[in-house]
């Protein structure tokens, strides 16, 4: 098996995994001969095996313009080596955080263990003993692109191979796929903390006020931890935690007040100038979700009642900015990753 079928067969594998890649998030890539093979954006690494998901990207003129920071590291589809993209794939919104780092293997995964430490106001902090065998860095929240590749370039060490994205995810980096897969376990086994069992969803009464209305109570049954754990709830509802959650559930999540319809609930948030979420919490009760939910969608509510399930009560999260939030929904790239197919 070469490089390339070894790199396919981790990035189905940890694209299966709910608690370390949620739909098109997450990518993976491999640097060869002057080329970097990147996910496609909007694609699913878990089907990295039956389809063809990685693009081609010339990597030298890519960092050549990352020095200068040429706005076309925003999409990088300028760097796609056309003659070898014969699918006409786009990279990944992420491709400048991949050809950042020196190694030739590069994972990132939108890991809940990860995330759940990274939304910490005091994350670095509370990092650092647990990755202190690592040569690690943590980079501050920054919009995935130009933006998050530039503060990773200024935080980066020559041996940095673990990057903790603030408010975002994970990053190993390895020579071989094999030593990428085995850093990312240990990475993760480093990181698990306590996870809080909730109590079980009322369906009947979510059924009762999804009743002619276009929600339905979430699919997942994992997701009404949300609104059923007081907890979860409180460190839910504090805002947006991580970039993918606002771009397919728009911002945070609503919660309805007693006797109070679910989508004036979304609206209320939607009036401060926010994207409405589309996640609405019923406290006691659980979730209900639009009935168009796309499975895409339905990942990143289970992801949210997972990282949330991590919190305590007394950890302090930061939350994005409105202008945060905004940047994500108005970026042009992420509009193209959000115009393909959901699955
Ligand atoms: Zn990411």
């Not at 109070?260 to 996640?279: F, M, N, T, V």
């Amino acid at each position: 098996m070469d490089e390339m079928a070894r790199l396919k067969a981790l990035s189905a594998r940890a694209g299966a995994d709910p608690r370390l890649v949620q739909a098109a998030g997450g990518n993976t890539s491999l640097k060869q001969d002057g080329v970097m093979w990147i996910k496609a954006s909007g694609t699913w690494l878990r089907h990295a095996q039956e389809r063809d998901i990685f693009v081609p990207v010339a990597l030298e003129p890519l960092l050549t313009a990352l020095d200068r920071d040429d706005p076309a590291c925003e999409n990088c589809t300028d760097f796609v080596r056309t003659d070898l993209n014969s699918l006409g794939l786009r990279p990944s919104i992420e491709t400048t955080v991949h050809a950042s780092l020196a190694y030739r293997i590069v994972v990132h995964v939108h890991c809940v263990e990860t995330i759940s430490w990274a939304v910490r106001a005091d994350a670095e902090a509370m990092l650092a003993p647990r990755l202190a065998s690592f040569p690690w860095a943590f980079i501050p929240y920054r919009r995935p692109g130009r933006p998050l590749a530039t503060e990773i370039r200024k935080r980066l060490k020559a041996d940095t191979n673990v990057l903790v994205l603030g408010n975002h995810g994970l990053v190993v980096a390895a020579e071989t796929v094999a030593a990428a897969e085995a850093l990312l376990g240990d990475v993760v086994r480093a990181l698990v903390g306590p996870t809080r069992a909730a109590p079980a969803a009322d369906l009947p009464a979510l059924e009762k006020l999804a009743g002619g209305r276009p929600y339905e109570p979430a699919g997942d049954p994992a997701i009404h931890a949300l609104a059923t754990d007081a907890v979860s709830l409180a460190q839910a509802r504090r805002g947006s935690l991580y970039p993918d959650h606002v771009v397919f559930l728009g911002a945070g999540i609503a919660v309805t007040q007693p006797d109070e319809d679910p989508g004036s609930a979304a609206r209320r948030i939607g009036l401060s100038g926010r994207p409405e979420p589309k996640l609405i919490a019923i406290p006691g009760k659980g979730v209900l979700l639009p009935k168009d939910t796309t499975p895409a969608a339905l990942a990143m509510a289970r992801c949210l009642a997972d990282v949330t399930a991590r919190l305590g009560e007394d950890d302090r999260v930061r939350v994005l900015t409105r202008d945060d939030e905004l940047a994500l929904v108005n970026w042009d790239a992420e509009k193209y990753r959000q115009s393909l197919p959901a699955s």
